[in-house]
């Protein structure tokens, strides 16, 4: 049935560009396009299948093929960026942006409503009273004045 | 020299003063600097033999186009540069190279230690070029061209001095005056193509009798340009303030050869204008009504430069009235008087220039006085230029004013056309008074009575040097005698200029009386000149007081300027600011509305989606796909 294998490659190209557009972590990004890139290659198979010649498996051959080099570079260049910025989010490189757009910057996470918690002080008594004191004090400080 | 020869390089005398003006632009300010003067004076010389020998044998060629470049060729249309000689244009190449040589020397001495040295003989020579080349021209458009160009020499040379603004707007008066004279004149050029289908102007005149009812309309589009160029009335206003340029062009661009080129211009085209009555008409007529108002100006002008300009004005206008007559001869006596013209009027401007560079720039002749025992040869030069302008018998001025009025006296057909030109010739009578008279008010006030010398002068109130004052006695022997030369004979005039288009067959007038009348007349008015300023008298300011409105109307110049400034030139004014805040706001506006609709959009939409964040332009990429795929199924 040559539709199950299109919605199936359908489903994988959906799927793919809904992470390409919605990841920032550019190795994700990198994943969802090589996922777009499976589900286009399972709908030529599909057709190669289908109609009985091989145009489309050859067609898949050098998807396969280019994705690989594709692969190559931009591991490398995941890998370059990161050295530079330390971080894989792909929007700090909005550099090639009009020069006098301002840069798009993410807005901070709303902070829960919680009340900040108020440091404990010690309590003290006023000065000049004698503090109350339990029974097992008293009666440590009379062994310790009678010792 | 053989006269092939001759015809066949006639090229040269444009050629000269074009290779002079660039060589003179080129060298002048690091190389030639105080020489500057020596291609110009050296192009206009050659020019000028050349010239006298084309004159010489001009009677004996066959008039036709020479040397013969092709320059414009489209389709059925072919405007080549060529040259056409004919006894017409080797008398004013003479005229215009002789006295330009003569001028061109004086300025060696009146402009020596100018800073703009280089700049004025490159300029003159430039001039030069263009002038010739007009006379020479043998098509519409060329003469056009040359027309225009004799133009920008005027603009350049009366704004000489730029950094004066006096200077600077006569410039800009004058180019702007002209502008208004040539658009007629290029509109007849366009007339002249749609009527005949050619340019060429033997085809033209060999066409002219097929085309009658056109020629009127054409001959007066043309004498616009003429009425520009030769400051007749309503445009003479720019010719009075273009004597702030240099004297020198003053005599040579602005009384002898540039102003005379609208004359030319009506002579050359007179197989036309014999033609078209009417059209002959109305050049009479104007050439009437200018020659009488400038005289009336002049009356009462203080500026000595300024009267000799409002005389020029005159005198071009008796030279119309002439050309105006209908008849040959008419036209023969017109450029009679064009030629006379250009020797006294040049001389006359060259004394004043030499009164201007003695007395440290002043010229106001009120200030003036007793100056003949300072500068005697300035003094009767100018006395020479001044009996010929008046017209004092057996002088050239006589001889080509009387051809005039002679023929003005015989003109029209008897109907209401000769009564018209019956009161043309009392204003040209009149004319010949007024001019004989205020000519002389300017000598006596200037060379007779007490001698006042302005303290500007400093210590170089004395005669010019030579190399001033030889040009003014070569000019003063042509002043005297160029008329019995040629009017001896003026049916010799007649007979030569009879090889020229449209002028075979001229035959002159005689009349006695006229000649009577014209000389008691010029004595009359200088007589009236001697007795008002020649002695100590009150006269003249009792006079001015008794009819005051009138002294002030002359003075004011009739407020032509002020007429314009109110009609013509406030109303433009005024709508080009109009037209200003329109192209500011609404048309500007409209642009400037589509330059920043998309800057806009750029800014405010585009700009923020380019973030920088991956997985945002990856969500793009998939909701634009996904759009896009469910858009094409829908279609489908």
């Known amino acids: 049935m040559l539709s199950n294998y299109l919605i199936v490659g359908a489903i994988l190209f959906?799927?793919?560009?809904?992470?390409?557009?919605?990841?920032?972590?550019?190795?994700?990004?990198?994943?969802?396009?090589?996922?777009?890139l499976q589900g286009v290659s399972l709908n030529l198979v599909a057709f190669s299948n289908a109609w009985g010649n091989c145009h489309g498996q050859v067609f898949t051959i050098y998807v396969l093929t280019v994705a690989a080099a594709e692969a190559a570079i931009a591991l490398a260049l995941v890998v370059a960026l990161y050295r530079r910025r330390g971080s894989l989010d792909v929007s700090l490189w909005q550099d090639l942006r009009e020069p006098d757009q301002p840069a798009i910057v993410d807005r901070p996470e709303e902070s829960a409503d919680v009340p900040a918690p108020q440091p404990a002080?010690?309590?003290?008594?006023?000065?000049?009273v004698e503090p109350e004191r339990s029974k097992e004090e008293m009666e440590e400080l009379e062994e310790s004045t009678h010792a | 020299m053989p006269e092939q020869w001759l015809l066949d390089n006639v090229w040269l005398i444009p050629a000269l003063p074009l290779v002079a003006s660039a060589v003179t632009a080129a060298l002048g300010p690091k190389v030639l600097r105080e020489r500057s003067h020596l291609p110009c004076v050296l192009a206009a010389c050659l020019a000028a033999v050349y010239s006298l020998f084309l004159l010489a044998a001009s009677t004996k060629f066959v008039p036709g186009e020479l040397s013969r470049f092709s320059w414009i060729e489209?389709?059925?249309?072919?405007?080549?540069?060529?040259?056409?000689?004919?006894?017409?244009?080797?008398?004013?190449?003479?005229?215009?190279t002789f006295v330009g040589s003569l001028i061109v020397i004086y300025s060696i001495g009146y402009m020596r230690g100018d800073r703009g040295y280089w700049r004025f003989f490159a300029a003159v020579s430039l001039f030069l070029f263009s002038?010739?080349?007009?006379?020479?021209?043998?098509?519409?458009?060329?003469?056009?061209?040359?027309?225009?160009?004799?133009?920008?020499?005027?603009y350049l040379l009366i704004g000489f001095w730029y950094e004066r603004p006096a200077a600077a707007a006569a410039a800009k008066k004058a180019f702007l005056v002209n502008r208004i004279g040539d658009l007629g004149f290029a509109l007849g050029v366009l007339m002249v193509w749609v009527t005949f289908g050619t340019l060429d102007f033997d085809t033209v005149?060999?066409?002219?009798?097929?085309?009658?009812?056109?020629?009127?309309?054409?001959?007066?589009?043309?004498?616009?340009?003429?009425?520009?160029?030769?400051?007749?009335?309503?445009?003479h206003v720019w010719l009075p303030d273009a004597m702030e340029g240099p004297t020198?062009?003053?005599?040579?661009?602005?009384?002898?050869?540039?102003?005379?080129?609208?004359?030319?211009?009506?002579?050359?085209?007179?197989?036309?204008?014999?033609?078209?009555?009417?059209?002959q008409l109305t050049v009479a007529t104007i050439g009437g009504t200018t020659a009488l108002l400038a005289a009336l100006i002049a009356l009462t002008q203080?500026?000595?430069?300024?009267?000799?300009?409002?005389?020029?004005?005159?005198?071009?206008?008796?030279?119309?009235?002439?050309?105006?007559?209908?008849?040959?001869?008419?036209?023969?006596?017109?450029?009679?008087?064009?030629?006379?013209?250009?020797?006294?009027?040049?001389?006359?401007?060259?004394?004043?220039?030499?009164?201007?560079?003695?007395?440290g720039g002043v010229i106001d002749i009120n200030k003036l006085g007793g100056l003949r025992k300072r500068m005697p040869i300035t003094c009767w030069t100018f006395g020479c230029g001044a009996a010929a302008l008046a017209g004092v018998p057996l002088l050239s001025g006589f001889w080509s004013k009387d051809a005039i009025l002679v023929e003005?006296?015989?003109?029209?057909?008897?109907?209401?056309?000769?009564m018209v030109y019956r009161v043309l010739l009392v204003a040209a009578t009149i004319t010949a008074l007024l001019t004989a008279f205020y000519t002389f008010r300017a000598f006596f006030k200037v060379f007779w009575g007490d001698e006042r010398v302005p303290h500007e002068a400093g210590d170089h109130a004395h005669e010019s040097p030579p190399v001033m004052t030889w040009p003014l006695i070569v000019l003063s022997i042509f002043a005297l005698g160029i008329g019995w030369i040629l009017a001896a004979g003026f049916h010799g005039l007649n007979s030569f200029l009879g090889h020229s288009p449209g002028l075979a067959g001229s035959h002159a007038e005689h009349s006695t009386t006229i000649m009577v009348m014209s000389g008691v007349v010029a004595l009359a008015g200088v007589g009236l000149a001697w007795w008002m300023y020649g002695r100590p008298s009150s006269l003249p300011e009792t006079l001015a007081m008794r009819i005051r409105s009138a002294y002030e109307l002359s003075r004011d110049k009739f407020r032509f300027d002020e007429i314009y400034n109110a009609t013509v030139l406030r109303p433009t004014l005024m709508f080009s600011e109009i037209s200003r805040v329109v192209d500011n706001w609404v048309v500007d506006g409209l642009v400037r509305l589509t330059a920043a609709t998309p800057a806009f959009i750029g800014r405010n939409l585009l700009r923020p989606l380019q973030s920088g964040l991956i997985q945002f332009y990856a969500l793009a990429t998939m909701v634009l796909l996904t759009g896009l795929i469910v858009v094409s199924w829908l279609w489908e």
């Open chain 2, 131 to 154: 002038m010739t080349g007009l006379v020479l021209a043998s098509n519409f458009l060329l003469i056009y061209v040359f027309w225009e160009l004799v133009g920008l020499c005027s």
């Open chain 2, 408 to 418: 003005l006296a015989h003109a029209g057909d008897g109907g209401v056309r000769t």
């Open chain 2, 248 to 279: 020198p062009v003053s005599a040579l661009i602005h009384a002898a050869t540039m102003v005379t080129a609208g004359v030319y211009m009506v002579a050359r085209f007179s197989p036309l204008f014999l033609l078209a009555p009417a059209a």
């Open chain 1, 121 to 128: 002080w010690p309590k003290l008594v006023p000065a000049g």
């Open chain 1, 14 to 36: 959906a799927l793919g560009s809904v992470g390409f557009l919605t990841r920032r972590n550019m190795i994700v990004m990198f994943l969802s396009a090589e996922m777009m």
């Open chain 2, 205 to 235: 005149f060999a066409k002219a009798d097929s085309h009658v009812p056109e020629l009127t309309l054409i001959c007066l589009l043309l004498f616009c340009g003429a009425v520009g160029k030769s400051a007749q009335f309503p445009l």
């Open chain 2, 74 to 96: 489209v389709g059925g249309f072919t405007a080549p540069i060529s040259f056409r000689v004919d006894s017409l244009t080797s008398l004013l190449l003479v005229m215009v």
């Open chain 2, 302 to 359: 203080t500026d000595l430069k300024r009267i000799l300009a409002y005389s020029t004005v005159s005198q071009l206008g008796y030279m119309f009235l002439g050309l105006g007559c209908g008849s040959k001869a008419a036209v023969v006596a017109g450029i009679f008087h064009v030629f006379t013209h250009a020797f006294f009027k040049a001389l006359l401007f060259l004394g004043a220039g030499s009164v201007k560079h003695a007395m």
